[in-house]
Nanobody, 115 residues
Framework: QVQLVESGGGLVQAGGSLRLSCAASGSIFSDNTMGWYRQAPGEQREFVARIRSDGSTNYADSVKGRFTISRDSAKNTVSLQMGDLKPEDTGVYYC?????????WGQGTQVTVSS
């Protein structure tokens, strides 16, 4: 089992920045992918960004150029630096870690962007 704990959410004005962090603990395989999804009220959970063990990254089109994902594999942490935030970025952000077909999720952290 892997446990994921997110931190760093909060309330920010449009145009502002936030940094989310996620720490993983437990039975962690080194060759894993970590990243973030988000879920707005009344919407389905959607992909935000991922980073593989080799450092390669993918982003949703809606956040490209504004968000940056990074990881510290030695510490089993992943971070999401969010800039130029927009009201449509509001939602609960969930950290995930995947290895082959197994996916673990954090409990989520709320991000609210006011206009």
């Amino acid at each position: 089992q892997v446990q994921l704990v997110e931190s760093g959410g909060g309330l920010v004005q449009a145009g502002g920045s936030l940094r989310l962090s996620c720490a993983a603990s437990g039975s962690i395989f080194s060759d894993n992918t970590m990243g973030w999804y988000r879920q707005a009220p009344g919407e389905q959970r959607e992909f935000v960004a991922r980073i593989r063990s080799d450092g390669s990254t993918n982003y949703a089109d809606s956040v490209k150029g504004r968000f940056t994902i990074s990881r510290d594999s030695a510490k089993n942490t992943v971070s999401l630096q969010m800039g130029d935030l927009k009201p449509e970025d509001t939602g609960v952000y969930y950290c995930f870690q995947s290895y082959r077909t197994t996916v673990y999720w954090g409990q989520g952290t709320q991000v609210t962007v006011s206009s």
